[in-house]
């Protein structure tokens, strides 16, 4: 009896230990890999993603228009009458052209009269500059030298007149007669050099430096009323479009006609240019700081379809644009040169709309990687799970976040290799 019941124990005991066997296979098969660098990292399954090194860019869309680079308004350059008139609103004109002229003979009667006081200020100019030899002053001292002759000649008969009277020749009224002669005639000599004093002083540094001034105001006067006579024929400056100019308030002027009377300053055509343009473009105050002058734009424009043009942002605006009563949100102009292909120029319209793509970060060697693979250690540093090869030891390696890119995060510190992506079931 006990012989035959001992095989039948073998054979549960040894299924026991193969049923035991297959429970650990599939128990390692579910648990998978753990890391042994990285306690507590345990993911039901892992994928390694190799990483390099390659160019990485991030571009802000925008949506703009395309403008004239130079837009000029010709005026009046006086006051005046049109005398003539060359094209018409709306033609394309090269540089030099003729677009209208001023008659000048209203300008040419202030030009006279500006002479005139330029010629009398430089008239003082020269009288006090020669002040000193003037009839004015010689007569004075004339003057002074016949007064001081008779003084002299009364003082020496007063004299002798005095010594006849001690010894009783003379009567007493002659002596003093004499003497109040003597008074009078020191009176006259007195007053005569008070008055060539007096016209000494009228040629002093002041009274000269008040005369340069007014002869330099006459002298600009006149000058200035020149160049604006040299300036009778208004040429258009560069090539462009002739247009009606523009008045306060967005409305049109009417167009120039021979006769018309116009002042100086008044606007009567305006002139595009057409081989040079930008694209002007709003940008959300949120995303003003992103961008500087310098940054390099990629523009294409649903009216030129085989065109992709390129440019550089060169302004940025400090004041808003515009703002959104309702959301509060504010807007800023932002202005991008733009290089046209000379082949292209004539297909281009002032207004085309114009997608605007920023080129906001660029590196032509960054390491981009998922944002699923970079963790965090609980002090706010970031590392990654690396390895250099397939069968180099896994090791924690950390990094710096640069920027964040639509394929990812651009990181610093970390060199080609693979990295650790969990993939959580």
Not at 91 to 105: M, N
Not at 374 to 379: E, F, Q, R, T
Request: aromatic share 4%.
């Amino acid at each position: 009896m006990i012989r035959e019941t001992m095989p039948g124990r073998n054979k549960a005991v040894l299924g026991s230990l193969l049923l035991a066997v297959f429970l650990l296979a599939g128990a390692c098969l579910i648990i998978g890999f753990s890391d042994g660098d990285t306690p507590g990292e345990t993911v039901s399954l892992e994928t390694w993603l190799p990483v390099n090194y390659a160019p990485v860019s991030k571009f802000m869309g925008l949506a703009g228009h395309i403008e004239a680079e130079e837009d000029v308004t010709l005026s009046a350059p006086f006051d005046g009458v049109i005398s003539k008139v060359g094209p018409v609103p709306g033609s394309r004109v090269k540089a030099g052209t003729l677009i209208f002229a001023i008659d000048p003979a209203q300008l040419e009667v202030r030009i006279r009269t500006a002479l005139s006081d330029q010629l009398k200020a430089q008239s003082e100019v020269n009288r006090l500059e020669h002040w000193m030899s003037s009839p004015d002053i010689t007569r004075l001292r004339r003057q002074i030298n016949i007064a001081a002759a008779e003084l002299g000649d009364t003082q020496a008969n007063l004299h002798e007149t005095k010594a006849l009277y001690e010894r009783g020749i003379v009567a007493r009224s002659e002596l003093d007669s004499l003497r109040m002669q003597v008074r009078t005639q020191a009176d006259e000599l007195q007053n005569s050099r008070d008055a060539l004093a007096q016209a000494v002083s009228d040629a002093d540094g002041n009274n000269m430096r008040i005369a340069q001034m007014v002869l330099l105001n006459a002298k600009t006067q006149y000058n200035s009323l020149v160049s604006q006579a040299v300036r009778k024929e208004v040429r258009a400056p560069f090539d462009g479009l002739l247009l009606p100019a523009a008045l306060p308030g967005g409305a049109k002027s009417l167009n120039a006609i021979p006769g018309q009377q116009v002042i100086q300053g008044a606007p009567v055509f305006n002139l595009t240019r057409l081989d040079r343009f930008l694209v002007r473009a709003r940008v959300q105050e949120g995303d003003v700081r992103f961008l500087k002058e310098g940054m390099n734009v990629k523009v294409t424009s649903d009216g030129l379809p085989d065109e992709k043009l390129a440019g550089k942002i060169i302004r940025i605006a400090s004041q808003p644009s515009a703002k959104d009563e309702a959301s509060g949100t504010v807007t800023y102009d932002v202005t991008a040169s733009l290089n046209f292909p000379p082949e292209s120029l004539g297909n281009v319209r002032l207004g085309m709309s114009a997608d605007v793509q920023i080129l906001t970060y660029s590196d032509a060697h960054g390491m981009v990687l998922p944002v699923q693979g970079i963790k965090d250690d609980g002090s706010g540093n970031s590392y990654v799970v690396y390895r250099e090869k397939t069968d180099t030891k896994p090791r924690r390696v950390f990094v710096t976040l640069k920027e964040t890119v639509p394929e990812g995060i651009v990181v610093e510190g970390l060199l080609p290799g693979e990295i650790l992506i969990p993939q959580l079931q």
